[in-house]
């Protein structure tokens, strides 16, 4: 899987015939290849105005030359162009890690809210996330000492995630929703070798009703639900808030401990087997395998 941004074509999006195409010389393969938009259409219904949208391309390679590709060619039929790639390392393997559990945020852009990223990461730690990864684009100075402090302890994955390339004529970046960010999400899925993930803003929490002293409660739950409905691919989390009373904001985190929740309409979050998912946005499984999900409230 590839994920990447182009403006809204036929060709990529509807296209009965292959636009790029894979070529390994080393195996005298030529591999055609899936496009398609992350959202299903073009322009994304949610944000009309933008007319770069994410995109994705799939290329079925066979099990036996995974291990051997090191340089390929892809060639797009559609502008007529070619590039050579050079694999420097292959991602979401069968290589063995500890990687039980992920948390992928997607791009963070122009963010400050030290407080608020410190709750996040702390609740997801103790709730027995193994790895949590921060895409980011722009951030305030304590932000980003704080990120680094987290990367330092083997807390966190950080990964920088810049503006498109541009020239005097196109800009791409003034007219992609939100950088972007679900190209970002989707490679945070392929890019590591996790048993689970979830994709989840800084202000976003899956919340397991029940004894709060149980460690790693989330995690718990999710792996029960997993490990005893073999034929779940995801588990789908209904949309609740919750409000926090700041007059009792005293210096400590006691604040926390009185927490009101309340079930309110939006989208759902979710947690998946990594690898029985092709292709997510920030609240749907957009290319799902023949698996089952399963909806909680």
């Known amino acids: ?9 036929e060709e990529y999006t509807k296209s009965k015939e292959p636009v790029l195409i894979l070529n390994d010389d080393k195996h005298s393969l030529s591999i055609p290849g899936k496009t398609g938009t992350i959202h ?3 322009p994304w219904n949610f944000a009309k105005g933008c007319s770069w949208n994410a995109i994705y391309v799939a290329f079925e390679i066979p099990e036996y030359i ?32 500890n990687n039980d559990f992920t948390i992928c945020v997607p791009p963070m852009y122009w963010y400050e809210n030290i407080l608020q990223l410190f709750i996040f990461h702390e609740y997801w730690l103790s709730n027995g996330a193994t790895n949590i990864v921060y895409y980011y684009h722009s951030t305030s100075s304590d932000v980003m000492k704080l990120l680094k402090y987290y990367k330092n302890l083997k807390l966190a994955t950080l990964i920088p995630y810049k503006s498109l390339p541009k020239s005097d004529q196109v800009d791409p970046n003034k007219s992609v929703y939100r950088y972007g960010h679900t190209s970002g999400i989707n490679d945070c899925l392929q890019r590591f070798n996790s048993k689970y993930v979830s994709i989840l803003d800084v ?3 899956i919340y397991v009703f029940g004894n709060n002293d149980i460690p790693n409660k989330v995690y718990n739950f999710i792996n029960n639900v997993f490990s005893s409905h073999n034929q779940y691919s995801a588990i789908s989390f209904a949309h609740h808030g919750y409000d926090i009373n700041n007059e009792v904001f005293d210096g400590t985190f006691d604040f926390l401990k009185n927490i009101s929740i309340y079930s309110r309409g939006g989208p759902p979050k979710f947690v998946v087997r990594q690898k029985r998912i092709l292709v997510v946005t920030s609240h749907i499984i957009a290319k799902p395998s023949s698996f089952v999900k399963k909806t909680v409230s």
């Open 1 to 9: 899987m590839g994920y990447g941004f182009s403006t809204c074509h």
């Open 40 to 42: 299903n259409e073009c």
């Open 66 to 97: 995974v291990n051997g590709i090191d340089n390929v060619t892809l060639i797009n039929t559609f502008t007529n162009k070619k590039v050579h790639v050079k694999v420097k390392k292959q991602v979401n393997g069968d290589k063995e890690n």
């Open 203 to 205: 202000d976003e929490f």
